[in-house]
Nanobody, 112 residues
Framework: QVQLVESGGGLVQAGGSLTLSCVAS????????MSWYRQAPGKQRELVAS??????TYADFVKGRFTISRDNAKSTVYLQMNSLKPEDTAVYYC???????WGQGTQVTVSS
């Protein structure tokens, strides 16, 4: 059974940093594309960053501020978020592909 469990969210002031973690079970990270998405209240869920063996991609609105990485031995994907802005406030979700699973999400709130 595949399970993705996010953690690391919280409340932070603008300009601060947070690191999100996604622990995956039931899949092998090296065989998967892992992504972070986010959904703010009243908005559609949007892609933040993805990582696979071939490449790493970022949404334009996080380039230079967020870094996605993974530790295959720990079966964990990370999202290091720096220079956070109030508009980064959202629930952040981890997603796997081709085994199409979502985590339960972790709330990130950035105060101004």
């Amino acid at each position: 059974q595949v399970q993705l469990v996010e953690s690391g969210g919280g409340l932070v002031q603008a300009g601060g940093s947070l690191t999100l973690s996604c622990v995956a079970s039931g899949i092998r990270l090296r065989d998967s594309t892992m992504s972070w998405y986010r959904q703010a209240p009243g908005k559609q869920r949007e892609l933040v960053a993805s990582i696979s063996d071939l490449r790493i991609t970022y949404a334009d609105f996080v380039k230079g501020r967020f870094t996605i990485s993974r530790d295959n031995a720990k079966s964990t994907v990370y999202l290091q978020m720096n220079s956070l802005k109030p508009e980064d406030t959202a629930v952040y979700y981890c997603k796997s592909w081709p085994a199409n699973y979502w985590g339960q999400g972790t709330q990130v709130t950035v105060s101004s």
